[in-house]
């Protein structure tokens, strides 16, 4: 396998708070990575770096081999990005929006995603009058549309109904399958044991696991290694 995704010795400050303190981690073609971590651990600032939103202080961010904070356009058609706070135009409706992006990157899978991912029924509505499942299926779909080489989903199944997010878990493992290296953030314990290849867990801006997900598990379950390694506490 090839290393789409490298983070080496990844920093981050903001003025007195270190986001992310030296993490270092990585994401392989064909394979779905999901980063897991509290609140503040420094996923969502980690990804931002690899998306090309921040900059990084120091260390090293790399995706299919370019520095993301310095890519042109060519590098970014080769990326998908389903951001947290989704991204998407208010005013237009998910019909329009996803042709125009048909358009944009002369994509066949419009089609396909409208069905698999049930858009049909609110189309032609305006994307600030859908409801958050909804919008979160719109943003799939969005990232997904250009057959990116690498995919950044922020919470991708957030919201949605049972069934709604097993036809998304089935999605990204159809993607992962033919080449795609996606990384997932998730809170999802679950999610992360059925969907995940690989799972980093940050914890105050540094990685405290990276493997597989029996191998965190370590024969028992993921949740309780994750707050034994977090030293967090349910709620």
Same mark, same amino acid.
């Given at each position: 396998?090839?290393?789409?995704?490298?983070?080496?010795?990844?920093?981050?400050?903001?003025?007195?708070?270190?986001?992310? #303190?030296?993490?270092?981690?990585?994401?392989?073609?064909?394979?779905?990575?999901?980063?897991?971590?509290?609140?503040?651990?420094?996923?969502?600032?980690?990804?931002?770096?690899?998306?090309?939103?921040? %900059?990084?202080?120091?260390?090293?961010?790399? +995706?299919?081999?370019?520095?993301?904070?310095?890519?042109?356009?060519?590098? %970014?058609?080769?990326?998908?990005?389903?951001?947290?706070?989704?991204?998407?135009?208010?005013?237009?409706?998910?019909?329009?929006?996803?042709?125009?992006?048909?358009?944009?990157?002369?994509?066949?899978?419009? #089609?396909?995603?409208?069905?698999?991912?049930?858009?049909?029924?609110?189309?032609?509505?305006?994307?600030?009058?859908?409801?958050?499942?909804?919008?979160?299926? +719109?943003?799939?779909?969005?990232?997904?549309?250009?057959?990116?080489?690498?995919?950044?989903?922020?919470?991708?199944?957030?919201?949605?109904?049972?069934?709604?997010?097993?036809?998304?878990?089935?999605?990204?493992?159809?993607?992962? #399958?033919?080449? +795609?290296?996606? +990384?997932?953030?998730?809170?999802?314990?679950?999610?992360?044991?059925?969907?995940?290849?690989?799972?980093?867990?940050?914890?105050?801006?540094?990685?405290?696991?990276?493997?597989?997900?029996?191998?965190?598990?370590?024969?028992?379950?993921?949740? #309780?290694?994750?707050?034994?390694?977090?030293?967090?506490?349910?709620?």
């Amino acid at each position: 396998m090839t290393r789409a995704v490298v983070v080496e010795d990844l920093r981050r400050v903001f003025g007195d708070t270190r986001a992310v #303190d030296g993490a270092t981690w990585a994401a392989e073609t064909g394979e779905i990575t999901c980063v897991l971590g509290p609140n503040g651990a420094g996923k969502t600032t980690t990804i931002e770096c690899l998306e090309g939103l921040q %900059r990084p202080d120091s260390g090293t961010c790399r +995706v299919l081999g370019t520095d993301p904070w310095q890519a042109g356009a060519d590098h %970014r058609a080769r990326v998908g990005v389903m951001l947290q706070d989704g991204g998407l135009p208010q005013s237009v409706s998910a019909a329009r929006l996803l042709g125009h992006l048909q358009r944009l990157y002369r994509s066949h899978r419009v #089609d396909e995603l409208i069905e698999r991912l049930d858009i049909a029924p609110f189309a032609r509505t305006p994307v600030r009058r859908l409801s958050g499942g909804q919008r979160q299926r +719109v943003a799939l779909a969005a990232a997904l549309l250009g057959d990116p080489q690498v995919a950044f989903l922020d919470e991708p199944t957030a919201g949605l109904d049972p069934h709604a997010r097993l036809a998304v878990w089935d999605l990204l493992r159809e993607r992962r #399958d033919e080449g +795609v290296a996606l +990384v997932v953030t998730t809170h999802g314990f679950d999610e992360a044991e059925r969907l995940a290849d690989r799972i980093v867990i940050l914890d105050g801006g540094t990685v405290v696991a990276d493997g597989t997900p029996a191998a965190i598990a370590a024969g028992g379950r993921l949740e #309780d290694a994750y707050f034994a390694l977090t030293g967090g506490t349910r709620g």
